[in-house]
Structure formats: C-alpha cells, structure tokens
C-alpha cells in the first residue's frame, strides 16, 4: 500500500469482513470483491455460478473505479444486475499497482458506508 496509514486501514477492513463474514477465515481481496459485488446486486446471498461469480467481481471492480471515474452506472437489466459503462480507459498498471488501487478504493467503499477502519 502507498502509506502506513493505508497499511492499517487495509488490515482493519480484513479484519472487519473476515469477523462478519469469515466464518473463522481471513479473507483476501478477492473475496472481499466478491462481498462488494453480492452487495451492489442487492438480491442478498444465495448459490452462485462460476459465471455470476465472475460477473459479480466485475461488478465489484467497476462499482469500486467509478469512484475514480473509470466506470459509471448504466443501469440494471431485467434480472436486476448492474451494468457500467467505460468513462475512461485504467492507465496501464503493474499487477502489484493493480491491488494496490483495488484496496484502496475498497477502502473508501467501506468507508463510506459507514463502517469505521
């Protein structure tokens, strides 16, 4: 992460998702975009297919990036699954800059709804 203080909320939202959800498992950040895409779907959790759990970490990313104006809301389709459009093409990122960006900005999701890192 870029800073220590980063570092830290990082620890604590894994450690907040992985009381809530964990069922005794840390969680990584894949399963915690996958959380965030259960989320935005708003239809609560229920058995996914291996292609709907793809869909709903796409759902996760663009959700997180729209707040930096990568993706924006589109709309739902008939099943109620959102759908974004591209506003602005991600620089190109180094795999390590790429998980950097995703915890971060899954940091400010959590943050602003509400819960406290």
Not at 2 to 21: D, G, I, T
Not at 56 to 61: P, S, T, V, W
């Amino acid at each position: 992460m870029r800073n220590q203080e980063s570092k830290e909320k990082w620890n604590n939202l894994v450690a907040f998702v992985s009381k809530e959800f964990g069922e005794g498992d840390t969680l990584d950040l894949q399963a915690i975009l996958f959380l965030i895409g259960i989320q935005e779907l708003g239809k609560g959790y229920r058995e996914f297919s291996k292609e709907e759990k793809t869909d709903l970490l796409h759902i996760a990313i663009c959700r997180l990036l729209s707040n930096y104006g990568f993706y924006e809301l589109e709309g739902r389709d008939k099943e109620g699954w959102p759908h974004y459009t591209t506003n602005e093409k991600l620089p190109p990122l180094k795999p390590g800059e790429q998980t950097i960006l995703m915890k971060e900005a899954a940091i400010v999701y959590f943050e602003e709804s509400g819960v406290q890192l």
